[in-house]
């Protein structure tokens, strides 16, 4: 062989591995695009995820006190009905007491 043919087949393969490069390379920057774009939805997605367990955090600590406070006018509640039921009972043995009386008479 020639050296023209020799010194063609050479630069035909060097262009030959550059354009494979160049299209390795703007797929790989392609590809990378995409992973760019799914980083920045998951990221998005991460932000909007704490957003609403923050949120659900402070309905928890919301709910909670409303259930303290519940429970407080329970407890409340249940002391005046027993008050209520001391003063009934009382009341009952005094009209026991009042009727036997009578009755003794």
């Known amino acids: 062989?020639?050296?023209t043919i020799q010194t063609a087949l050479k630069v035909g393969a060097?262009?030959?591995?550059?354009l494979l490069t160049t299209g390795c390379a703007a797929d790989m920057q392609s590809q990378?695009?995409?992973l760019k774009e799914r980083v920045d939805r998951i990221s998005a997605d991460a932000s909007a995820a704490k957003s609403t367990?923050?949120?659900a955090g402070a309905n928890v600590s919301e709910a909670r006190q409303m259930a303290s406070a519940a429970q407080s006018t329970a407890n409340q509640a249940?002391?005046?009905?027993?008050?209520s039921q001391a003063c009934c009972d009382a009341t009952n043995e005094k009209i026991d007491r009042m009727f036997q009386?009578?009755?003794?008479?």
């Open 1 to 3: 062989m020639s050296n």
């Open 14 to 18: 060097v262009a030959g591995l550059m």
């Open 32 to 34: 990378i695009n995409d």
């Open 53 to 55: 367990a923050d949120a």
């Open 78 to 83: 249940l002391n005046a009905a027993n008050q």
């Open 101 to 105: 009386r009578s009755q003794s008479k």
